[in-house]
């Protein structure tokens, strides 16, 4: 079984900063993407970045030069870091690990989801 976990969701004021973690654990064959998504209410969800297992990063146009994903693959664990936010960056975030389980074949599996508001 694969578990999901992101944390590091909060309110931060304009401008602030915040590092969202994700964290894919249990029995994990190979760990090949990881990406974080971003739903507002009454949006769709779109694709805030994603990193693969050699490390090629791609990010949403509304996020470049302000966000920076990375991870650690030892730990299967993908770490956001959101400079300069701004309000209309808050949203649900949401991770999603593109994985081969022991024994089973290459799934998405999704966290739960962490709250980030940015306002004054």
């Known amino acids: 079984q694969v578990h999901v976990v992101e944390s590091g969701g909060g309110l931060v004021q304009p401008g602030g900063s915040l590092r969202l973690s994700c964290a894919a654990s249990?029995?994990?064959?190979?760990?090949?993407?990881m990406a974080w998504y971003r739903q507002a209410p009454g949006k769709q969800r779109d694709l805030v970045a994603g990193?693969?297992?050699?490390?090629?990063?791609n990010y949403g146009d509304s996020v470049k030069g302000r966000f920076t994903i990375s991870r650690d693959s030892d730990k299967n664990t993908a770490y956001l870091q959101m400079d300069s936010l701004k309000p209309e960056d808050t949203a649900v975030y949401s991770c999603?690990?593109?994985?081969?389980?022991?024994?089973?074949?290459?799934?998405?599996?999704w966290g739960q989801g962490t709250q980030v508001t940015v306002s004054s």
């Open positions: 999603a690990a593109n994985l081969v389980p022991i024994g089973g074949i290459l799934t998405t599996y």
């Open positions: 249990g029995s994990i064959f190979r760990n090949y993407f």
């Open positions: 990193i693969t297992s050699d490390g090629r990063t």
